[in-house]
């Protein structure tokens, strides 16, 4: 009997998957470069399961059901392109091949294009959760070739996650590289959560001088709160995690934090289409600065820090601390949102919105509560066109802010950085002020390279020049913008 779906790529996440799939009834062929780790796979972790090992890319296709789904998950780059060359040569009409790597999405454009060019579909998928989300259900990201998505949609949301009366954590989210775009930006937000966590940990720390014991107990309590998620969840256990020593394991682990590049990826995302990602942006900067260790060693000699001063209410400073981590929390998604729109537009992916929220919901490493309150604003409001300007956000971040700003200017007070909590404030200040100082910068410009300016008391692009100095000429500058 031919197999339902085939893998490529037996590493944890793709063993975890397969073992997924075959729970959900389906039977599973599988294929690794190195061959002998499918014969050590199908006699342990996958003995007496529905799953088919094969030892070449052609006995894997050919023991599939027609239309053949070949699923990859192998390292992102060239491996990819690689496994496609290989796959191509045995397919007919109608055949898919999938993506579930860490692909970049221009990658996943340009194969979505190729394969479709050469008479077959593509499908390029964000899978997240890590390995345990690989095996009891990870949030699923497809995007690719549409009229591939009723042949694995099936399969898709039986092996993904499931939040509340059952929903799937999966669905079609568009055009060829736009699953792997929505991965993207998860992955970008899921800096910044990390990042403002971890920041609030340094604060409790360092300017209210709290025990791991008493951190421990504050993050349990903000999961059970509007805070709820997995990444407060598992602050709570780590923080709670004794070395053999009874030390703190968290205080033995070198301060330098590694990353495998997506964060920067979305960093560099919002710079091409020109969007405010401040707060995931900050985050990238953070991970940056800590692994400056050296110099910061030496900073650390030649600076002196600022006595920590902080003698208020420690419970209400708390308080004031959740409102902090709320609110850029809000901003983070409100700032990704906005990125999202933006390719939407772009890459005519018509994103939904709700849904990608929905797909968020469970599975994946940035799952929480709030996103339950992110799909209800966009099911309110599909074109709302941003996330501020939803009235519960609104009010939200409204009442978020006194504490948010006691917690930055304490934290400025006593030299305590907090990169992503204040550039998320700095951020709001700037959205809701009707007058920037841009109308200064402007005059910079036009004095100095004749760059124009719009007028207030004109209508929008109509430009004009001053001549600031009195020695310039008239000439405007056009395209040369130095
Ligand atoms: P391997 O077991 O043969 O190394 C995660 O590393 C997965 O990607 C593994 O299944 C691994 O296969 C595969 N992989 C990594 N680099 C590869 C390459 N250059 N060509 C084919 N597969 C590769």
């Known amino acids: 009997k031919l197999a339902d779906i085939g893998l490529i790529g037996l590493a944890v996440m793709g063993e975890n998957l397969v073992l997924n799939m075959e729970s959900k009834g389906f039977s599973v062929a599988v294929y690794n470069r190195s061959t002998e780790k499918v014969d050590k796979f199908i006699e342990g972790r996958g003995a007496g399961k529905n799953i088919k090992g094969t030892h070449s890319v052609k ?7 027609k239309p053949r789904k070949v699923m990859m998950l192998v390292k992102a780059g060239d491996p990819v392109d690689s496994f496609i060359e290989q796959i191509i040569p045995h397919l007919e009409e109608g055949d898919i091949i999938i993506d579930g790597g860490n692909s970049n999405f221009t990658d996943t454009i340009r194969r979505t294009e190729y394969v479709e060019s050469k008479g077959f579909q593509f499908i390029g998928t964000g899978v997240s959760g890590g390995e345990i989300g690989a095996l009891r259900g990870p949030s699923m990201m497809p995007g690719g070739s549409k009229s591939a998505w009723p042949h694995v949609k099936e399969i898709f949301q039986a092996v993904s996650a499931k939040v509340d009366d059952g929903m799937p954590c999966c669905d079609w989210v568009g055009a060829n590289g736009a699953g792997h775009y929505v991965k993207m930006i998860h992955n970008g937000i899921e800096y910044g959560d990390m990042q403002i966590i971890t920041e609030a940990y340094q604060f409790m720390k360092d300017v209210l001088g709290m025990s791991y014991d008493e951190m421990h107990q504050t993050f349990k309590k903000w999961n059970s709160e509007e ?7 598992i602050t709570a256990d780590i923080l709670a995690y004794k070395d053999e020593d009874g030390e703190p394991m968290v205080e033995k682990i070198l301060d330098t934090a590694g990353q495998k590049g997506t964060g920067k990826w979305t960093g560099i995302e919002a710079m091409h289409l020109g969007v405010p990602l401040t707060l995931i942006a900050e985050s990238v900067f953070s991970r940056f600065l800590s692994a400056q260790l050296e110099l910061r060693d030496q900073a650390s000699q030649v600076f002196e820090a600022p006595a920590i001063t902080f003698d208020g209410d420690k419970e209400a400073m708390l308080e004031d601390l959740k409102m902090a981590v709320y609110g850029a929390k809000i901003i983070s998604y409100a700032q990704g949102y906005n990125l999202l729109m933006e390719a939407s537009k772009e890459h005519d992916w018509e994103l939904n919105y709700g849904d990608i929220a ?5 599975g994946c490493i940035i799952r929480s509560a709030f996103l339950s309150d992110i799909k209800k ?4 409001n599909p074109g709302l066109p941003h996330l501020l300007l939803d009235d519960f956000f609104k009010e939200k971040v409204q009442k978020a802010q006194t504490g948010w700003r006691k917690v930055c200017a304490v934290a400025v007070t006593n030299g305590i950085p907090v990169p992503s909590l204040s550039a998320a404030l700095a951020y709001f200040d700037g959205f809701r002020t009707k007058r920037l100082p841009a109308n200064l910068l402007q005059a910079q410009r036009d004095y100095f390279g004749a760059h124009t300016y719009e007028r207030t008391d004109k209508t929008r692009g109509e430009f004009f020049h001053t001549n600031w100095t009195g020695e310039g000429a008239d000439t405007v500058s056009t395209a040369y913008n130095s």
């Open 59 to 65: 006995e894997l296709v050919e023991a599939l059901q």
């Open 227 to 233: 805070l709820d998620s997995y990444l407060i969840e």
């Open 358 to 362: 929905l797909m968020w919901r469970g």
């Open 377 to 380: 604003a966009f099911d309110k």
